[in-house]
């Protein structure tokens, strides 16, 4: 298969064939104009079947994802950081092969993400109304944003970045664990998943970025993230929601990082140079231009 560096890949149940996607050509405007394809495992490559961008204009790039019950296709469409559009299509209305998509969110200047989960519920990242971001849900049949329900509101200090859902018999009740930014740390909390109550905080790693919250495709009271500060390398942590702890998973090879504090003494030497627009860095130009302009005399060498 060609074209498909950088592809995203989404398996159908049963894995006998899979979303996947292609760009138009190697070079030139074609490598901007991904498109999405279905491909049976066992055919050729040059059958696969286009299910979806056909009309999308340069620099929008969609990416596919089933449900698991195998019912949805949930395509996002990332134009950047500043708008995110979402698509969903029922697979047992229109078939694997010409999937009959509505628009969950499409509206230019709004980002936004979504999932459809274990529940059968598409959960829904926006910044629509909410500048810092709100995470809706929706039945998955009836997507339109008219009949979102927030489940976690917008914070006034923090901007969500992520949820992954937590669940399985092994829980008293299915939970949430929310990914946010504040004051340029991440921040991990707990929430219930049916009213979005805050159940409590989780302590991260550090004082560092968090990102990629991933849960299991079956479900379970686990999620895993990717943590690193300015002094530990990135490493992968799991979450796991019966004994509310934080564990390392897998980190990165050797000892990468040794932390130094250095002190510099002043050389009494050694002029410092002015800040530039100080009234003394004025006046060493303007004596660097009158030395600049006097004639040398012949036969003079330097000074």
């Known amino acids: 298969m060609v074209r498909t560096s950088h592809s995203v890949v989404a398996w159908l149940p049963g894995g006998r064939a899979f979303y996947y996607r292609r760009r138009l050509a190697e070079g030139g405007q074609g490598r901007f104009s991904p498109r999405l394809y279905l491909h049976r495992i066992g055919t050729e490559p040059d059958r696969d079947v286009l299910v979806f961008g056909q009309d999308l204009p340069l620099g929008a790039y969609p990416a596919p994802a089933v449900s698991r019950d195998g019912r949805w296709l949930l395509v996002g469409v990332d134009w950047g950081p500043l708008r995110g559009d979402i698509y969903v299509a029922d697979l047992r209305a229109g078939g694997i092969e010409a999937p009959r998509f509505s628009a969950v969110q499409a509206d230019p200047g709004v980002f936004s993400a979504g999932t459809v989960s274990r529940d059968g519920r598409l959960y829904v990242l926006t910044n629509a109304g909410a500048p810092n971001r709100r995470l809706c849900v929706a039945a998955a049949d009836h997507p339109d944003p008219g009949g979102w329900q927030t489940l976690l509101p917008e914070d006034d200090e923090a901007v969500l970045r992520d949820v992954a859902v937590l669940d399985g ?25 049916a009213t979005g109550d805050l159940v409590g905080l989780v302590p991260a790693p550090g004082p560092g970025t968090v990102t990629e919250l991933r849960e299991h495709s079956d479900g379970g009271p686990c999620a895993w993230f990717s943590y690193t500060d300015f002094r530990t390398p990135p490493g992968v942590y799991r979450f796991d929601a019966r004994t509310r702890t934080v564990t390392a998973w897998a980190s990165s090879p050797g000892d990468l990082v040794r932390l130094r504090h250095v002190r510099a003494h002043e050389n009494p030497g050694i002029r410092p140079v002015p800040p530039p627009g100080s009234r003394r860095a004025a006046s060493t130009r303007s004596r660097a231009c009158a030395g600049a302009g006097r004639r040398a005399r012949p036969g003079a060498g330097p000074a």
Not at 169 to 191: F, G, I, K, N, T
Request: proline share 4%.
């Open 169 to 193: 018999a092994q829980l008293d009740r299915p939970l949430l664990l929310a990914l946010r930014s504040r004051h340029a740390l991440s921040e991990l909390a707990l929430h219930d998943l």
